[in-house]
């Protein structure tokens, strides 16, 4: 029997990396997949390319904010795999009003209508920034959320209201919280890709502060087979941590990127940091690798090797989302 997969945000970066893990050539034969996305500045669908003749494969303009449509889409489907989301602090810091829209009223929206139809498991995307600033250690799922900035917090009251839904309704919730992804077709507001970018370019990068913020870092294709894993294994109202096992500075970070590129120290550009900007994130994923057999693929130099080659080749891609970031 098919399974009726409902991706939402799935013209995004790592949405779109989870469609085309689910529709490609070593994916499940038994799903067919509907994309909603609003194709907001952060959403392409050429990240869909490669799997846009599939038969498969559905696509719908529209946003997880519009409760009929969403109703409607709930109704003929068996899983929702929430990637929809406003996720870039800087924007939240500017403004969190759409933020709050998106990923709290979205996720209520979708949630309601889940109910309603019966859908049987909602996977809710999270991140590793719902836990907040940790100076030593690592969160694990039971660690109290302490967000520090608006899109952090946003994220953290949908986890809030989706893990409710099960307590209360009993709808299958499984939550995911990730470290910082990176890969192919991530928009080059991001930290790797706009760096690349700004390098490729000749130009210098920004680095906010001192450098030192500490992030775990986490292949896309990594995060996908984590998700993949919580999807079809994962226990109801069960939170799963996805960690690529990777902590660098930023500083340690942006030195590997300039070697990529044969840049030296002296394109870097030391800016003012970041308003209320953690010092340091990190999550134990011991969780879902002993439940759900999880490892990071390791080899973080290879992939980032390959990921400063993608935005290298393909140009055509990122120059236009760059120049008007």
């Not at 907040?132 to 302490?146: C, F, K, Q, R, V």
């Not at 209201?161 to 991001?190: I, M, W």
């Not at 799963?240 to 300039?258: A, E, M």
């Not at 057999?293 to 393909?314: I, K, Q, V």
Request: proline share 5%; hydrophobic share 35%; net charge neutral.
């Amino acid at each position: 029997m098919t399974r009726r997969l409902l991706v939402t945000g799935g013209a995004g970066f790592i949405g779109s990396a989870h469609v085309r893990a689910l529709l490609g050539p070593t994916g499940p034969r038994d799903v067919a997949v509907t994309v909603l996305d609003a194709l907001t500045y952060a959403g392409s669908t050429a990240r869909l390319d490669a799997v846009h003749g599939d038969p498969r494969l559905t696509f719908v303009h529209g946003d997880v904010c519009d409760a009929r449509l969403v109703d409607r889409l709930a109704a003929g489907h068996d899983e929702i795999v929430h990637f929809a989301a406003e996720s870039h602090v800087d924007r939240s810091i500017e403004s969190g009003a759409a933020f709050a829209r998106t990923n709290i009223l979205g996720t209520q929206t979708l949630l309601d209508a889940a109910l309603r139809h019966g859908v049987r498991t909602f996977v809710q995307i999270s991140t590793d920034e719902v836990y907040g600033d940790l100076p030593t250690g690592a969160a694990t799922e039971e660690s109290p959320l302490s967000p520090n900035s608006p899109y952090a917090a946003s994220k953290a009251a949908a986890d809030h209201l989706a893990l409710a839904h099960h307590r209360t309704h009993g709808l299958d919730v499984r939550v995911t919280r990730c470290s910082n992804n990176f890969g192919p077709y991530q928009h080059p507001e991001k930290l790797i890709p706009r760096f690349l970018a700004a390098l490729l370019g000749g130009g210098t990068v920004p680095v906010y502060g001192d450098g030192l913020q500490i992030r775990d870092w986490l292949h896309v294709d990594d995060h996908v087979r984590g998700i993949e894993l919580v999807r079809t294994a994962g226990r109801p109202g069960r939170t799963y941590n996805i960690g690529g096992g990777t902590s660098l500075t930023n500083l340690d970070l942006t030195g590997r990127l300039l070697a990529l590129c044969g840049a030296g120290p002296d394109r870097i550009r030391h800016v003012s940091d970041r308003k209320g900007h953690d010092r340091r994130y990190a999550v134990d994923h011991s969780r879902i690798s002993e439940e759900l057999g999880y490892r990071p693929s390791g080899d973080f130099e290879r992939r980032l090797a390959e990921t400063a080659r993608w935005y290298r080749e393909h140009e055509e891609w990122w120059a236009p989302l760059h120049a008007a970031a």
